[in-house]
């Protein structure tokens, strides 16, 4: 099984609201990825963690917020949101953070921000 | 320039067509080599995975990766309507944690 998991399917938020997206894996990964894709764009990389600790964060703005609860799950919360932020926010993870490790994506959650 | 080049497409071709998709990379320490497939608004899927040069075959895919050229390709064989989707390469190397560097991803449509 090479299932990730994202709830909601489609999110949208006013710029004062405060939400969050939900990731799961059960594939005992212990890397696990948020990243943001735009329209006819590849995927960008926002964060990642390893073991539940941050490990990479690609200068994202403050408005967006991380958390890794356990090994399964990963949040990302989100706080005055512009609507440039409108995207699919896809998550990922894999086995570990070597450079070889194939990352498996979920069906992302697509947001829009009013 | 940038690392991965990928032409963006749209490639249309008749079903059954042979297609190939392709990318060019400037980064000669890329070790790790992948194509996804991603249909419209849904996260991308993994096709194929490589590390060496040479190919390497899973049913109508084939994988090819030459590092001497810094050039990787994906054949469909028999190619089906449900094909149609943005096909995306990806590579990354030891000791970046993972990060996978991204072609800009090609569009193609599979005609009936």
């Known amino acids: 099984d090479t299932e990730v998991t994202q709830t909601p399917k489609h999110l949208v938020m006013g710029m004062t609201n405060k939400k969050s997206l939900k990731c799961e894996q059960h594939?005992?990964?212990?890397?696990m990825y948020w990243y943001k894709q735009k329209a006819k764009k590849p995927p960008e990389l926002m964060f990642v963690?390893?073991?539940?600790?941050?490990?990479i964060n690609e200068s994202v703005p403050s408005r967006f917020s991380p958390e890794c609860p356990n090994s399964s799950l990963l949040n990302l919360h989100l706080h005055a949101l512009q609507p440039e932020d409108s995207a699919l926010y896809l998550c990922?993870?894999?086995?570990?953070?070597?450079?070889?490790?194939?990352?498996?994506f979920g069906p992302g959650t697509r947001l829009t921000v009013l | 320039q940038k690392e991965v080049e990928q032409d963006p497409g749209p490639l249309s071709v008749p079903e059954g067509a042979i297609v190939s998709l392709n990318c060019t990379y400037s980064?000669?320490?890329?070790?790790?080599f992948m194509w996804y497939r991603q249909y419209s608004r849904k996260g991308p899927e993994l096709l194929m995975y490589?590390?060496?040069?040479g190919n390497k075959e899973d049913g109508r895919f084939t994988a090819q990766v030459d590092k001497s050229s810094k050039y990787i390709s994906l054949f469909i064989r028999d190619s089906q309507p449900s094909d149609s989707a943005t096909y995306l390469c990806?590579?990354?190397?030891?000791?970046?944690?993972?990060?996978?560097?991204f072609g800009t991803g090609t569009r193609l449509q599979v005609t009936l």
């Open positions: 990922a993870s894999s086995q570990a953070l070597s450079g070889g490790d194939t990352q498996y």
């Open positions: 594939m005992g990964h212990r890397a």
């Open positions: 963690y390893s073991y539940e600790k941050l490990s």
């Open positions: 980064n000669s320490a890329f070790q790790y």
């Open positions: 490589t590390y060496s040069s």
């Open positions: 990806a590579m990354s190397y030891t000791g970046t944690a993972s990060k996978l560097t």
